[in-house]
């Protein structure tokens, strides 16, 4: 698996507690040094790896940091072979992108990551079309916080989604890892 702007690599590391047997390494425009996974420089835009090369390309919380979130999906749907999972924010209700935004920051500004606040509404559904990849589970309600916090933080404001290529793919193995 390919974790796409991975940062300190908490995301990795906490699916290789739960699954020692898979291959992860990260890839990030600013490398961290104390980083928990092995992570290979780029430069936001093109991934440094030859076509087909990963089995799943992960991106949690990295789409809103694109300058072209659809061209970043064609990169992705490039080196994936099975599948592609996404999880990112959308701005749906009241206050919601000032709430983003209060979190991008919080979250990303001490480490000097860049916060363009590129947050879809609803254009999820023309990137994935744009960029060649079918839909294969989205989910809007995840419980990432204590009660009370997702009261303001949680809100429908995550998207949680799998896809696969449509380019010879059915689907299958995109379904069966989800």
Same mark, same amino acid.
């Given at each position: 698996?390919?974790? =796409?702007?991975?940062? %300190?690599?908490? #995301?990795?590391?906490?699916?290789?507690?739960?699954?020692?047997?898979?291959?992860?390494?990260?890839?990030? #425009?600013?490398?961290?040094?104390?980083?928990?996974? =092995? #992570?290979?420089?780029?430069?936001?835009? +093109?991934?440094?790896?030859?076509?087909?090369?990963? %089995?799943?390309?992960?991106?949690?919380?990295?789409?809103?940091? &694109?300058?072209?979130?659809?061209?970043?999906?064609?990169?992705?749907?490039?080196?994936?072979?099975?599948?592609?999972?996404?999880? %990112?924010?959308? *701005?749906?209700?009241?206050?919601?992108? /000032? &709430?983003? +935004?209060?979190?991008?920051?919080?979250?990303?500004? /001490?480490?000097?990551? *860049?916060?363009? !606040?590129?947050?879809?509404?609803?254009?999820?559904?023309? @990137?994935?079309?744009?960029?060649?990849?079918?839909?294969? %589970?989205? $989910? &809007? +309600?995840?419980?990432? !916080?204590?009660?009370?916090?997702? =009261?303001?933080?949680? +809100?429908?404001?995550?998207?949680? $989604?799998?896809?696969?290529?449509?380019?010879?793919?059915?689907?299958?193995?995109? @379904?069966?890892?989800?």
């Amino acid at each position: 698996m390919l974790d =796409v702007g991975c940062g %300190d690599g908490l #995301v990795g590391r906490l699916i290789l507690d739960r699954r020692p047997d898979l291959n992860i390494a990260g890839v990030d #425009v600013l490398v961290r040094p104390a980083a928990q996974l =092995v #992570v290979t420089p780029f430069d936001g835009r +093109r991934l440094p790896f030859p076509d087909g090369s990963w %089995d799943t390309v992960l991106f949690c919380d990295v789409m809103h940091h &694109t300058e072209d979130p659809v061209d970043m999906l064609r990169e992705a749907v490039r080196v994936a072979r099975d599948c592609i999972v996404i999880k %990112d924010h959308v *701005v749906r209700g009241l206050l919601a992108r /000032p &709430t983003l +935004r209060l979190m991008d920051f919080v979250g990303n500004a /001490p480490h000097g990551v *860049v916060l363009p !606040y590129n947050f879809f509404t609803t254009q999820w559904h023309h @990137a994935f079309v744009a960029s060649g990849l079918k839909p294969v %589970d989205m $989910r &809007t +309600r995840i419980q990432l !916080y204590p009660r009370w916090a997702n =009261v303001l933080f949680g +809100r429908l404001l995550h998207l949680l $989604r799998g896809a696969t290529s449509f380019a010879g793919r059915s689907g299958d193995a995109a @379904a069966a890892a989800w």
